[in-house]
């Protein structure tokens, strides 16, 4: 299927792995150019080689930490205007209420919050200059099944739901778009790497890691490509009447 996106510019952070990486992937096929915002310049530019060699568009790195709203502002000066934003970037530690600290805890949501946050504002005004954009925030499930072990999580993708349909109900007077997508368990890098160790822990074999997600639907986790293609559909004129919808991907589980 033509995504009708081809030549757009994506601005996608946390874009060197997991489902950052697997957005820029599909969107790249599509033929959108790319700018992938991460805190390591090695993999972000292991990531960029990889796409470009199999795609004919342009892929353009830049290492930063988005958790300060000064860096923010510097990325998008460098990327200058962009038609579609991703945002990604940022994985909040679990624990429950005493077991994160006040300094953990505000860490994790410079990035992941307050980072989603500051990056749709830096972008915004240039969209609704052009009367066109749309901004595809990449959540998280416990926003919507609040575990107690990853109440710094629940509490922060709550509070992106929140911000992602407060921002699309007054967008749409500026021909932007918002929408989100909150993920369950998706088979990443990070996830898999602690799977393995509690496998080991469990079993006694790191490889029998795939057991764990047995329990879950269709009996293993998501893939990053699943979600991939959904954010990519939203980013389309195919979906263009779909702003302030966040949708769930995660195999249909409680």
Not at 65 to 82: C, H, M, N
């Amino acid at each position: 299927m033509d995504l009708q996106i081809a030549g757009k510019r994506a601005l996608v952070t946390g874009g060197s792995k997991g489902i950052g990486k697997a957005v820029a992937e599909v969107l790249a096929a599509e033929g959108c150019d790319l700018i992938l915002v991460a805190r390591d310049a090695q993999a972000l530019e292991d990531t960029a080689q990889a796409i470009r060699a199999k795609n004919q568009v342009n892929v353009e790195t830049i290492a930063a930490d988005l958790s300060s709203d000064a860096a923010v502002k510097s990325v998008v000066t460098q990327v200058g205007e962009i038609d579609i934003l991703v945002n990604n970037a940022g994985a909040i530690p679990p624990g429950t209420l005493t077991q994160v600290d006040d300094a953990t805890w505000r860490k994790a949501w410079d990035l992941k919050v307050y980072g989603f946050i500051s990056m749709c504002r830096e972008v915004y005004p240039a969209m609704a200059a052009r009367k066109s954009g749309v901004i595809v925030n990449i959540i998280g499930h416990a926003g919507e099944s609040h575990p107690p072990g990853y109440i710094a999580g629940a509490a922060g993708n709550a509070a992106l739901m929140g911000f992602t349909k407060a921002l699309a109900h007054g967008a749409h007077a500026d021909g932007i778009r918002v929408v989100g997508i909150n993920p369950g368990a998706i088979l990443t890098e990070r996830a898999i790497m602690l799977a393995r160790t509690k496998a080991e822990a469990q079993f006694g074999d790191a490889e029998r890691w795939p057991e764990l997600h047995k329990s879950l639907p269709f009996g293993r986790a998501g893939l990053p490509e699943e979600v991939a293609h959904t954010a990519a559909f939203f980013a389309s004129p195919l979906s263009a009447y779909t702003s302030g919808t966040i949708l769930t991907i995660n195999g249909g589980k409680e």
